[in-house]
């Protein structure tokens, strides 16, 4: 009884391991988390070509809500589920986009089991994150030498920001593009120099996707290139690329 949860990169079906792919393709039952009832599964759109037409496919609610109290029904509901058919005796892949280990549903997933189905082996594959993909998009380095680096999920709390992006040399931003704009207003007061080397890109790896590499200064009050929720900004405090 075995589950595999399968990285999926950061959108580009070809940006998956080989162990990836030789996993999604054996699978007979595939897991994928989905925002709504009803919407499709980003994850699943990602790996689909791979998937065997004899594969069951399920999509899972994770809804996007801040208060996680209202979010335990789903996380434990979902890893039920997944442990009933594992212990079915098929095999089961449950996917992530990205990285598991990275913001990821099946965070939440894996803690479930590891409480709720300790008999359930798990075995987790990982996969490209998005700032790995936005930087070599970008041909830029995220970090050398001793420089650090910080990931900011979201910018709500926009002191807390200010105070990372002060003490680090890169800072990368995830989720959410609307707020990129009162980003690039905060990094210069938060000692990023007007030559600090920002890269901004939204569906990294899809068809969709936008990318802008700028200087600060040419940022400074225009309106950004992305404003989805799944955008991501690179913000480079050293320019010497």
């Not at 830029?140 to 900011?152: F, K, M, N, R």
């Amino acid at each position: 009884m075995k589950l595999f949860c399968v990285g999926c990169g950061p959108g580009d079906p070809e940006l998956l391991t080989v162990r990836a792919v030789n996993l999604i393709k054996s699978a007979e039952v595939v897991f994928a988390p989905t925002a709504r009832e009803g919407k499709s599964s980003i994850a699943l759109s990602v790996v689909e070509k791979y998937v065997s037409k004899t594969a069951k496919t399920a999509s899972l609610v994770f809804p996007m809500v801040k208060d996680k109290e209202s979010l335990k029904d789903y996380w434990k509901r979902n890893a039920d589920d997944i442990a009933a058919a594992v212990r079915s005796g098929k095999k089961v892949v449950y996917l992530t986009v990205g990285d598991p280990a990275l913001y990821s549903t099946w965070i939440y997933v894996h803690r479930e089991l590891k409480r709720n189905h300790k008999d359930i082996e798990v075995e987790i594959v990982p996969g490209i994150a998005s700032m790995f993909a936005i930087a070599a998009k970008a041909g830029i380095s995220l970090a050398e030498g001793e420089e650090t680096v910080a990931i900011v999920p979201a910018c709500y709390d926009m002191d807390r920001v200010r105070r990372t992006a002060a003490a680090c040399d890169t800072v990368i931003f995830l989720k959410d593009g609307r707020y990129f704009d009162s980003v690039i207003e905060m990094l210069g007061e938060s000692g990023f120099p007007d030559n600090a080397n920002i890269a901004i890109a939204q569906d990294v790896s899809d068809e969709g996707e936008i990318l802008d590499v700028k200087k600060l200064s040419e940022l400074r009050g225009k309106k950004g290139p992305t404003e989805k929720y799944f955008s991501i900004m690179v913000a480079k405090k050293n320019a010497r690329e």
